[in-house]
């Protein structure tokens, strides 16, 4: 019974590329959250989603950063033209419910040269 | 001032010390209360997740919720080197869809 799985584990994108974050949650969870972690920072929500649709996406930044959850495949976390300042560690948390305690995947850490 | 607010240490304690973590929040539609333990380079655990006011125990952890006070806090008895890592609360309102983090709090426990 597989955790949530993240991947990839490291990313290195020079500033102007494109970062795709993959996640697939766990077994039989429906619900998918992103949250970013920045050192010496606590986990900052960005979106939460279910199949199909974008539930919250209140703490994602407007421009350049997109989320999906599709029918089938993994929910993407999709940051356009990175700069710097989105050099931290996004992690992928997952849920059966949305009243009850998320299992995390391992996280992407992103670097941007 | 934040939502959650937590220490963020270090705190440094012996082998088999009583170790007591706490946060406080400004938010009273917080309902969810959940302890999360994080090891350098990891996602996060969760360890504790309580509904409301009381207390819940489970083996060396205890959590503890006093909503009138805004103030949560987990206990973690006859600490172990294993303890090591960082401690972070979490909480959540049901009628919103995202959970809340404190900042976390590095602990560290000396054989």
């Known amino acids: 019974n597989a955790g949530v799985m993240q991947n990839p584990r490291h990313l290195v994108r020079r500033r102007g590329q494109e970062a795709r974050l993959r996640c697939s949650p766990m077994?039989?969870?429906?619900?998918v959250y992103w949250y970013r972690q920045l050192p010496e920072e606590g986990l900052k929500f960005m979106v939460y989603l279910q199949k199909e649709n974008i539930i919250d996406e209140s703490g994602m930044p407007k421009e350049r950063f997109s989320a999906e959850f599709p029918k089938e495949g993994p929910s993407i976390l999709r940051i356009q033209q990175v700069v710097r300042g989105d050099s931290a560690a996004y992690f992928c948390?997952?849920?059966?419910?949305?009243?009850?305690?998320?299992?995390f995947g391992s996280g992407t850490r992103l670097t941007v040269v | 001032q934040k939502e959650v607010e937590q220490d963020p240490g270090p705190l440094s304690v012996p082998e088999g010390a009583i170790v007591s973590l706490n946060c406080t929040y400004s938010?009273?539609?917080?309902?969810?209360f959940m302890w999360y333990r994080q090891y350098s380079r990891k996602g996060p655990e969760l360890l504790m997740y309580?509904?409301?006011?009381g207390n819940k125990e489970d083996g060396r952890f205890t959590a503890q919720v006093d909503k009138s006070s805004k103030y949560i806090s987990l206990f973690i008895r006859d600490s172990q080197p294993s303890d090591s890592a960082t401690y972070l609360c979490a909480m959540s309102a049901y009628e919103a869809f995202k959970t809340i983090f404190g900042a976390g709090t590095r602990l560290f426990v000396k054989a």
């Open positions: 077994k039989g969870h429906s619900h």
């Open positions: 948390a997952s849920s059966r419910d949305r009243a009850e305690g998320y299992t």
């Open positions: 938010n009273s539609a917080f309902q969810y």
């Open positions: 309580t509904y409301s006011s």
